[in-house]
């Protein structure tokens, strides 16, 4: 069985989507990009728009009582490589003891001229 994920302490979903399902132990978090909870862009600073994802990923995850270290995956969309290095230094801020397993991938273009988006998948032992 599904349930929809939802949160107002998040970014809205900007289009037919939720921003995460749970199904069994696991929590799928749709790609993050770093929108405000009024569904704007934080910045075009890419160091800005990585901490607002992680703040909105925070915020789905808490809605089923987890946080960071229960993401199993992650899958990182950058629009220019060439921003690896900056991403990975403040994404690693983020977690501490055992990372997720992660893909970074460098894409043409995102939502709202977004630099980066960020989708991940969590697991939960016991709900």
Excluded: W
């Excluded at 929590?27 to 901490?51: C, M, R, W």
């Amino acid at each position: 069985m599904k349930k929809v994920i939802s949160t107002k302490k998040a970014a809205p979903a900007i289009g037919p989507y939720s921003q995460a399902l749970k199904a069994g132990n696991f929590i799928f978090l749709s790609g993050q990009i770093g929108l405000t909870l009024k569904g704007e862009i934080v910045s075009e600073n890419l160091e800005d728009q990585v901490h607002q994802i992680m703040k909105n990923i925070q915020a789905i995850l808490k809605v089923e009582n987890l946080d960071l270290k229960d993401i199993a995956k992650t899958i990182i969309f950058l629009t220019d490589m060439n921003d690896f290095v900056v991403v990975n230094e403040i994404y690693g801020k983020y977690f501490n003891g055992i990372c997720p397993a992660r893909s970074t991938v460098e894409v043409s273009k995102l939502p709202k001229g977004a630099k980066i988006e960020i989708e991940a998948i969590a697991v939960k032992d016991q709900f």
